[in-house]
């Protein structure tokens, strides 16, 4: 933790983006093993909806 506050704000903030992608590149990864056929419009499809919840997919990505 002592690292982290040794950082400098926008160090940290590029941190912070870094893990963000890592999680997302890790969540399309699973979803491309559990649906290994899906292209990957599909698995965007996927990943929002479990970001967004199935209602707010819907409305901003229309009917799957």
Same mark, same amino acid.
């Given at each position: 933790m002592e690292l982290i506050r040794q950082l400098r704000p926008e160090e940290r903030l590029q941190r912070a983006m870094e893990l963000s992608e890592m999680v997302r590149l890790a969540g399309e990864a699973a979803l491309r093993r559990a649906h290994p056929n899906a292209s990957e419009r599909e698995i965007f /499809? /996927?990943?929002a909806r479990q970001k967004l919840g199935d209602e707010l997919c819907r409305?901003?990505?229309?009917p799957a």
């Open positions: /499809l /996927l990943a409305r901003v990505y229309g």
